[in-house]
Protein backbone atom coordinates (compact mmCIF):
# COMPACT_ATOMS: atom_id res chain seq x y z
CA UNK A 1 0.00 0.00 0.00
CA UNK A 2 0.97 3.43 -0.90
CA UNK A 3 0.00 7.07 0.57
CA UNK A 4 0.30 9.07 -2.83
CA UNK A 5 2.94 11.30 -1.77
CA UNK A 6 6.00 10.85 -4.00
CA UNK A 7 9.22 10.22 -1.93
CA UNK A 8 11.44 10.83 -4.84
CA UNK A 9 11.98 12.02 -8.76
CA UNK A 10 14.07 9.36 -9.80
CA UNK A 11 16.28 8.75 -13.42
CA UNK A 12 15.75 5.38 -15.69
CA UNK A 13 19.31 4.16 -16.16
CA UNK A 14 18.91 1.03 -17.90
CA UNK A 15 15.88 -0.70 -20.26
CA UNK A 16 16.74 -4.29 -20.59
CA UNK A 17 13.90 -6.51 -22.90
CA UNK A 18 13.40 -10.22 -21.93
CA UNK A 19 11.35 -12.83 -23.15
CA UNK A 20 7.58 -11.40 -21.87
CA UNK A 21 8.83 -8.70 -19.92
CA UNK A 22 11.28 -5.90 -19.67
CA UNK A 23 13.57 -5.17 -16.90
CA UNK A 24 13.75 -1.59 -15.85
CA UNK A 25 16.53 -0.32 -13.58
CA UNK A 26 16.23 3.47 -11.69
CA UNK A 27 18.67 5.20 -9.78
CA UNK A 28 16.94 5.44 -6.06
CA UNK A 29 19.48 7.63 -4.45
CA UNK A 30 19.12 7.01 -0.78
CA UNK A 31 15.63 5.28 -1.45
CA UNK A 32 17.74 2.23 -2.13
CA UNK A 33 18.56 2.24 1.80
CA UNK A 34 17.89 -0.83 2.88
CA UNK A 35 15.72 -1.76 0.52
CA UNK A 36 15.09 -5.71 0.25
CA UNK A 37 14.42 -8.31 -3.08
CA UNK A 38 11.22 -8.98 -3.21
CA UNK A 39 9.85 -5.29 -1.56
CA UNK A 40 6.98 -3.05 -3.14
CA UNK A 41 7.90 0.19 -4.28
CA UNK A 42 5.40 2.09 -6.64
CA UNK A 43 7.17 3.52 -9.84
CA UNK A 44 4.88 6.45 -11.63
CA UNK A 45 2.11 4.79 -9.01
CA UNK A 46 2.58 1.72 -10.43
CA UNK A 47 3.14 -1.43 -7.47
CA UNK A 48 6.77 -3.14 -8.51
CA UNK A 49 8.87 -5.89 -7.08
CA UNK A 50 12.27 -5.40 -6.72
CA UNK A 51 14.44 -7.87 -8.44
CA UNK A 52 17.63 -6.36 -8.07
CA UNK A 53 19.90 -3.90 -6.09
CA UNK A 54 23.09 -3.12 -6.74
CA UNK A 55 24.16 -0.06 -4.74
CA UNK A 56 21.50 2.97 -5.28
CA UNK A 57 20.25 0.80 -8.55
CA UNK A 58 17.32 -0.44 -8.31
CA UNK A 59 15.73 -3.38 -10.77
CA UNK A 60 12.31 -3.97 -11.61
CA UNK A 61 10.79 -6.62 -13.97
CA UNK A 62 7.24 -5.31 -15.28
CA UNK A 63 5.08 -7.79 -16.93
CA UNK A 64 4.05 -7.02 -20.95
CA UNK A 65 0.21 -6.47 -19.44
CA UNK A 66 1.64 -3.98 -17.21
CA UNK A 67 3.75 -2.36 -20.15
CA UNK A 68 0.58 -1.76 -22.13
CA UNK A 69 -1.74 -0.75 -19.29
CA UNK A 70 0.22 1.99 -17.86
CA UNK A 71 2.59 4.53 -18.97
CA UNK A 72 6.11 2.14 -17.89
CA UNK A 73 6.15 0.94 -21.43
CA UNK A 74 6.92 4.74 -22.66
CA UNK A 75 9.69 5.07 -20.44
CA UNK A 76 13.54 5.59 -22.04
CA UNK A 77 16.92 5.77 -19.68
CA UNK A 78 16.99 9.26 -18.37
CA UNK A 79 13.24 9.08 -17.94
CA UNK A 80 12.30 10.76 -14.61
CA UNK A 81 9.81 8.83 -12.70
CA UNK A 82 8.14 9.51 -9.34
CA UNK A 83 9.04 6.65 -6.77
CA UNK A 84 7.59 5.88 -3.56
CA UNK A 85 8.54 3.21 -1.15
CA UNK A 86 5.37 1.09 0.70
CA UNK A 87 4.19 2.51 3.95
CA UNK A 88 4.81 0.99 6.70
CA UNK A 89 2.05 0.80 9.45
CA UNK A 90 2.21 3.28 11.91
CA UNK A 91 3.19 6.03 9.39
CA UNK A 92 1.65 8.93 8.72
CA UNK A 93 -0.47 9.02 5.81
CA UNK A 94 -0.20 12.26 3.93
CA UNK A 95 -2.50 11.75 0.69
CA UNK A 96 -4.50 9.15 0.33
CA UNK A 97 -4.12 5.10 0.78
CA UNK A 98 -3.16 3.28 -3.24
CA UNK A 99 -3.23 0.01 -3.98
CA UNK A 100 -0.69 0.52 -7.02
CA UNK A 101 -3.11 -1.28 -9.35
CA UNK A 102 -3.40 1.82 -12.09
CA UNK A 103 -7.29 2.40 -13.58
CA UNK A 104 -6.33 3.12 -16.65
CA UNK A 105 -3.93 5.82 -18.50
CA UNK A 106 -5.10 9.06 -19.09
CA UNK A 107 -4.09 12.04 -21.90
CA UNK A 108 -3.18 15.67 -20.73
CA UNK A 109 -5.57 17.64 -22.45
CA UNK A 110 -4.49 21.24 -21.34
CA UNK A 111 -2.12 22.96 -19.05
CA UNK A 112 -2.27 26.28 -17.73
CA UNK A 113 0.92 27.56 -15.92
CA UNK A 114 0.60 30.61 -13.55
CA UNK A 115 2.46 32.58 -10.39
CA UNK A 116 3.11 29.30 -8.25
CA UNK A 117 0.93 27.18 -9.31
CA UNK A 118 0.18 24.58 -12.41
CA UNK A 119 -3.16 23.59 -13.39
CA UNK A 120 -3.97 20.37 -15.36
CA UNK A 121 -7.02 18.96 -17.53
CA UNK A 122 -7.01 15.39 -18.61
CA UNK A 123 -9.41 13.83 -20.36
CA UNK A 124 -10.47 10.33 -18.96
CA UNK A 125 -12.37 7.64 -20.55
CA UNK A 126 -16.14 8.21 -19.20
CA UNK A 127 -16.48 5.11 -17.84
CA UNK A 128 -14.25 6.08 -14.97
CA UNK A 129 -15.73 9.52 -14.13
CA UNK A 130 -18.88 8.28 -12.15
CA UNK A 131 -15.97 7.88 -9.29
CA UNK A 132 -14.30 11.01 -9.71
CA UNK A 133 -15.39 13.96 -7.55
CA UNK A 134 -15.18 17.55 -7.53
CA UNK A 135 -13.04 17.85 -4.21
CA UNK A 136 -12.32 14.18 -4.39
CA UNK A 137 -8.98 12.21 -4.42
CA UNK A 138 -7.81 11.40 -7.37
CA UNK A 139 -3.86 9.57 -7.67
CA UNK A 140 -2.15 10.79 -11.09
CA UNK A 141 1.37 8.94 -11.72
CA UNK A 142 1.21 8.27 -8.07
CA UNK A 143 0.67 11.45 -6.95
CA UNK A 144 -2.40 12.16 -4.34
CA UNK A 145 -3.91 15.03 -5.50
CA UNK A 146 -7.20 16.50 -5.00
CA UNK A 147 -9.89 17.25 -7.83
CA UNK A 148 -10.16 20.66 -8.75
CA UNK A 149 -12.54 20.77 -11.53
CA UNK A 150 -14.80 18.21 -13.45
CA UNK A 151 -16.54 18.54 -16.28
CA UNK A 152 -19.10 15.60 -16.52
CA UNK A 153 -20.45 16.15 -20.41
CA UNK A 154 -16.37 16.71 -21.49
CA UNK A 155 -14.85 13.63 -19.72
CA UNK A 156 -12.34 15.95 -18.23
CA UNK A 157 -10.67 16.33 -14.95
CA UNK A 158 -8.73 19.22 -13.55
CA UNK A 159 -6.06 19.22 -10.73
CA UNK A 160 -4.46 22.01 -9.23
CA UNK A 161 -0.42 21.71 -8.42
CA UNK A 162 1.37 23.94 -5.54
CA UNK A 163 4.68 24.98 -5.93
CA UNK A 164 5.87 21.96 -3.96
CA UNK A 165 4.16 19.13 -6.29
CA UNK A 166 5.27 21.28 -9.44
CA UNK A 167 8.89 20.33 -8.11
CA UNK A 168 9.10 17.06 -6.80
CA UNK A 169 6.88 14.68 -9.20
CA UNK A 170 6.65 14.20 -13.09
CA UNK A 171 3.69 16.52 -13.00
CA UNK A 172 5.82 19.32 -12.63
CA UNK A 173 7.44 18.83 -16.25
CA UNK A 174 4.68 16.91 -18.38
CA UNK A 175 3.40 18.18 -21.35
CA UNK A 176 0.04 18.02 -23.46
CA UNK A 177 -0.91 14.65 -24.88
CA UNK A 178 1.16 13.11 -22.04
CA UNK A 179 0.14 9.67 -20.70
CA UNK A 180 -0.36 9.23 -17.09
CA UNK A 181 -1.21 6.78 -14.92
CA UNK A 182 -4.28 7.36 -13.22
CA UNK A 183 -5.47 5.21 -10.10
CA UNK A 184 -9.18 6.39 -8.81
CA UNK A 185 -9.96 6.19 -5.13
CA UNK A 186 -10.93 2.58 -4.51
CA UNK A 187 -13.39 3.64 -0.97
CA UNK A 188 -15.33 6.07 -3.83
CA UNK A 189 -15.45 2.94 -6.12
CA UNK A 190 -16.79 0.79 -4.10
CA UNK A 191 -19.46 2.34 -2.48
CA UNK A 192 -20.39 4.17 -5.76
CA UNK A 193 -20.55 0.41 -7.14
CA UNK A 194 -22.19 -1.12 -4.13
CA UNK A 195 -24.82 1.29 -4.76
CA UNK A 196 -25.26 0.36 -8.54
CA UNK A 197 -25.71 -2.89 -7.57
CA UNK A 198 -27.70 -1.97 -4.78
CA UNK A 199 -30.64 -0.11 -7.17
CA UNK A 200 -30.17 -2.71 -9.95
CA UNK A 201 -31.42 -5.40 -7.95
CA UNK A 202 -35.06 -6.47 -8.48
CA UNK A 203 -35.74 -6.32 -4.84
CA UNK A 204 -34.72 -3.33 -4.39
CA UNK A 205 -36.77 -1.97 -7.50
CA UNK A 206 -39.64 -3.77 -5.82
CA UNK A 207 -39.12 -1.64 -2.46
CA UNK A 208 -39.61 1.34 -4.39
CA UNK A 209 -42.57 0.36 -6.42
CA UNK A 210 -44.34 0.01 -2.93
CA UNK A 211 -42.57 3.05 -0.97
CA UNK A 212 -42.17 5.23 -3.91
CA UNK A 213 -38.38 5.99 -2.25
Not at 105 to 125: K, L, Q, T, W
Not at 161 to 170: A, V, Y
Not at 174 to 191: H, K, P, Y
Request: proline letters at 1%.
Amino acid sequence: MFTGIAQGLCTVEELQDQVSLRRITLNLGSLAKNLSLGASVAVNGTCLTVTGVDGDNVSFDVIRESLETTNLGDLKVGSRVNVERSIKFGEEVGGHVLSGHISDVVRVAHIEDGENERNICFSVPQRWMKYLLHKGFVALDGASLTVANIDLEAATVTVSLIPETIKRTTLGTVTEGARVNLEVDSQTQAVVDTVERLMESPDWQKRIDRTGH
